[in-house]
C-alpha cells in the first residue's frame, strides 16, 4: 500500500492545532436564508465533512458587510451579530465532530451576482470583470461596469472585515480566511488589467498587494493571537480561468514576501493543479512560492483528488495543508477513504443543477 503517512501528521496554523493536514476547500453554496443566515441544512453539510475526517474545513465565502460585499443572493453573511449567532451551530457540530472551522470572508467587488443591499458595484478601477456570471449561482450575462472605490469606501471595506472577524470570533471560529484570491475584491486590486489606479493602490505589484496587506494587518491586529488569520491568494479567477501575473515569479516574491509580513498565519493558494508549474518560465507550484516568499504555513488547493499527488506537495515541502473542493464534494469522507483504501466515488453533476446549492439528496449520502 502507498505510504500516505504525512497527510495524517498534525500541525499547527498559528493558534489552531489540526490533526491531520486535509482540508476543506471554500465552496459557494448558496444555502443560507435570504437574509445570510446560517440554516439547519448547512449544519449537516458542514458536520458530515467533520465526520468524514477532514481535519480543517474552510468555509464558503461569507459576506462581511451591509454594503458592496455580498457576491450572490443566498449567500451567508457575517455582516451582523445575528447572521454571527447563526453560525454558532456550524461550528458547534463541527467542534462535536472533531474537527476544526475557519470562516473564509470575501468581498465580491466587482464580480457580484446579487446584493440585497445596493443596486451597484465597486472595483479598484471601472472596469468590467471578463466573461459571464454563473447561471449555477443565479447570473446572467456580462459583469457591469463597476464604480472606482473611493478612499472612504476602502475605509468601510476594512472596517467591514474587521467587524466580520470579531463576530466569526465571537461564534466560536478557529480561524479566518480572508479571500483575496478568484477574482473577488482583493484579487481585484492585485490584476493589472483589473486596477489602472495611479494612487498607491495601483501600478507596482507592491501597491497591487498593499490593500489586501492592509486588511490582513487589521484583521490580525483586531482579532489577537489567539486566533488563526489568514488568506488566499490566486491568479485565475471565476470570470477569468486563464490568468497569470505579467511579472511572474519576481511578483510573485513581492507579494508573497508582502503577506507573509503582515503577521498573518497562513497562506491559502489555489490553482488549476495546485502542483504544477506556477509560471511558464519556472518550475515551482504557485504554493511552492509562497513557502520560499512568505516563510509562513501553507495551504494548497487545486487539483488534489489523488492522495499521491496531495501527499508529494507535504513531502517536498511546498504545504503544509492540502485542500479538497471537488473531490471533497464527490466523496464528505475522502481522509476516511485514504485511511482504508477504500475507492472514491465520482463527482454527481446534478449538485450543480439547476444552481450549486446543498441538496436534501447529497445530505442524506452515507457519510
Known amino acids: 500500500m502507498p505510504d500516505f503517512a504525512p497527510l495524517w501528521s498534525p500541525v499547527q496554523i498559528g493558534p489552531t492545532g489540526l490533526s491531520n493536514r486535509v482540508a476543506l476547500a471554500p465552496m459557494t453554496r448558496i444555502s443560507a436564508t435570504e437574509d445570510g443566515h446560517a440554516t439547519q441544512k448547512m449544519v449537516a453539510y458542514y458536520e458530515a465533512y467533520a465526520r468524514g475526517g477532514f481535519g480543517l474545513l474552510i468555509t464558503e465565502g461569507i459576506y462581511p458587510d451591509t454594503a458592496y460585499s455580498q457576491g450572490y443572493l443566498f449567500q451567508p453573511g457575517i455582516a451582523t451579530k445575528e447572521q454571527a449567532h447563526s453560525w454558532i451551530k456550524v461550528v458547534e457540530a463541527v467542534h462535536s465532530a472533531g474537527a476544526r472551522i475557519f470562516a473564509q470572508l470575501m468581498h465580491a467587488g466587482a464580480q457580484t451576482q446579487g446584493n440585497r443591499f445596493v443596486d ?9 470583470p471578463k466573461g459571464e456570471q454563473l447561471a449555477f449561482y443565479r447570473g446572467e450575462g456580462p459583469y457591469p461596469v463597476p464604480g472606482q472605490i473611493t478612499a472612504a469606501q476602502m475605509d468601510e471595506v476594512r472596517d467591514g472585515f474587521v ?13 479566518v480566511e480572508i479571500h483575496g484570491a478568484n477574482g473577488y475584491l482583493l484579487d481585484q486590486f492585485l490584476t493589472d488589467y483589473l486596477n489602472t489606479r495611479t494612487d498607491n493602490y495601483g501600478g507596482s505589484p507592491e501597491n497591487r498587494v498593499r490593500f489586501a496587506a492592509e486588511i490582513c494587518r487589521a484583521v490580525r491586529e483586531a482579532v489577537g493571537p489567539d486566533m488563526s488569520v489568514g488568506i488566499r491568494i490566486s491568479q485565475a479567477k471565476v470570470s477569468d480561468n486563464d490568468h497569470r501575473w505579467s511579472g511572474g515569479a519576481e511578483e510573485a516574491r513581492i507579494i508573497f514576501e ?3 509580513a503582515t503577521g498573518i498565519d497562513f497562506i491559502h493558494t489555489t490553482e488549476y493543479r495546485a502542483a504544477a508549474p506556477a509560471f511558464e518560465n519556472g518550475t515551482e507550484s ?24 496531495a501527499v508529494s506537495l507535504l513531502r517536498d ?16 469522507n475522502w481522509p476516511h477513504r485514504v485511511r482504508n483504501n477504500l475507492a472514491f466515488d465520482e463527482l454527481d453533476t446534478r449538485l450543480f443543477a439547476p444552481v450549486a446549492d446543498v441538496k436534501d439528496w ?6
Open 258 to 260: 508582502t503577506l507573509g
Open 362 to 367: 447529497e445530505l442524506e449520502l452515507p457519510a
Open 317 to 332: 515541502g511546498d504545504a503544509d495543508v492540502v485542500a479538497l473542493g471537488k473531490a471533497a464534494l464527490a466523496n464528505r
Open 286 to 309: 504557485l504554493a511552492a512560492l509562497a513557502k520560499k516568499y512568505s516563510g509562513i504555513t501553507i495551504i494548497a488547493n487545486g487539483n488534489l483528488d489523488d492522495p499521491e499527488t
Open 163 to 175: 467587524t466580520a472577524a470579531l463576530h466569526a470570533k465571537a461564534a466560536g471560529f478557529d480561524g
Open 120 to 128: 451597484s458595484t465597486i472595483g479598484p478601477s471601472s472596469i468590467a
